[in-house]
């Protein structure tokens, strides 16, 4: 058999995520119904994770096992020819048979957008928190340390969370500021919970508001109560930007 790598970009705004539900779309079944058709074989992708209803991916990584001969190429073209235009594969690469899109992963990135000025946006509604509010970057740049290296982030996840294990590293967190008023933040982790990063964007829309000090941001990671975090950022902000493999 061999196994396929695949990179895809997707707009979430329309699905239940990623991962297959009885109750709705999900980006995963498109997938495989779609590579189905082409190889003619019940197939199953297997994705380096979840992302939520209304979440995005840029670079979202999976994997499938087939018998098919088809090349690469022929394979990209004729799964995005049957993929809906919110869902594009952007790279099919046969790769070792020991490639696991999951278990094989080192860190993600995700990326969360707000759009940050008193009006609402129009273009950007479905891929960006409007906060009309100004939000201080030097306040928010102020905590983003407290973050940063192994923590048990049971203040910062769902409380209906899968893992048991909610402990993480944080390799890296930026916040940065672009001239439209759209402030860009980056989290890079060794793995992350789920709301996790919605929960973090949160907190740090608090401290930017000022409703929220440093101190505070530190009690509340060490209190390990979700309870104690505040509102969870809603999905339509936050994209998958990559998956990064050893």
């Given at each position: 058999?061999?196994?396929?790598?695949?990179?895809?970009?997707?707009?979430?705004?329309?699905?239940?995520?990623?991962?297959?539900?009885?109750?709705?779309?999900?980006?995963?079944?498109l997938?495989?119904?779609s590579?189905?058709?082409m190889?003619g074989?019940?197939?199953r992708?297997?994705?380096?994770g979840?992302?939520d209803?209304?979440?995005?991916?840029?670079?979202?990584v999976a994997?499938?096992?087939?018998?098919s001969l088809?090349?690469?190429?022929?394979?990209?073209?004729?799964?995005?020819?049957?993929?809906p235009?919110?869902?594009?594969?952007?790279e099919v690469?046969?790769?070792?048979?020991?490639?696991?899109?999951?278990?094989s992963?080192?860190?993600?990135?995700?990326?969360?957008?707000?759009?940050?000025?008193?009006?609402?946006?129009?273009?950007?509604?479905?891929?960006?928190?409007?906060?009309?509010?100004?939000?201080?970057?030097?306040?928010i740049?102020?905590?983003?340390?407290?973050?940063?290296g192994?923590h048990?982030?049971?203040s910062?996840?769902?409380?209906?969370?899968?893992?048991?294990?909610?402990i993480?590293?944080?390799?890296d967190?930026?916040?940065?500021?672009?001239?439209?008023?759209?402030?860009?933040?980056?989290?890079?982790?060794?793995?992350?919970?789920?709301?996790?990063?919605?929960t973090?964007?949160?907190?740090l829309?608090?401290?930017?508001?000022?409703?929220c000090?440093?101190?505070?941001?530190a009690?509340?990671?060490l209190?390990k109560?979700?309870?104690?975090?505040g509102?969870?950022?809603?999905?339509?902000?936050?994209?998958?930007?990559d998956?990064?493999?050893?």
């Amino acid at each position: 058999m061999r196994n396929i790598r695949l990179v895809i970009e997707y707009d979430g705004t329309a699905y239940c995520g990623w991962q297959r539900q009885e109750n709705g779309l999900s980006i995963q079944q498109l997938l495989e119904e779609s590579i189905g058709r082409m190889t003619g074989e019940a197939i199953r992708v297997i994705g380096s994770g979840r992302t939520d209803a209304g979440v995005h991916a840029l670079r979202q990584v999976a994997h499938f096992h087939t018998a098919s001969l088809l090349g690469e190429r022929n394979l990209l073209m004729g799964i995005n020819s049957l993929l809906p235009a919110d869902i594009v594969v952007r790279e099919v690469q046969e790769v070792d048979p020991s490639f696991h899109a999951r278990y094989s992963v080192k860190s993600k990135v995700y990326l969360y957008r707000i759009c940050n000025r008193p009006v609402r946006p129009a273009l950007e509604r479905h891929y960006a928190w409007f906060v009309w509010e100004p939000l201080s970057l030097s306040k928010i740049n102020g905590v983003l340390d407290l973050f940063l290296g192994r923590h048990d982030f049971s203040s910062f996840c769902s409380t209906h969370t899968d893992s048991p294990d909610h402990i993480r590293t944080i390799l890296d967190i930026v916040v940065e500021k672009d001239a439209e008023d759209m402030i860009h933040i980056l989290i890079e982790a060794d793995g992350f919970l789920r709301y996790m990063v919605r929960t973090i964007v949160g907190a740090l829309v608090d401290v930017g508001r000022g409703k929220c000090s440093r101190e505070e941001v530190a009690e509340i990671l060490l209190a390990k109560d979700r309870r104690r975090a505040g509102l969870t950022a809603p999905p339509h902000g936050l994209f998958l930007k990559d998956v990064k493999y050893g």
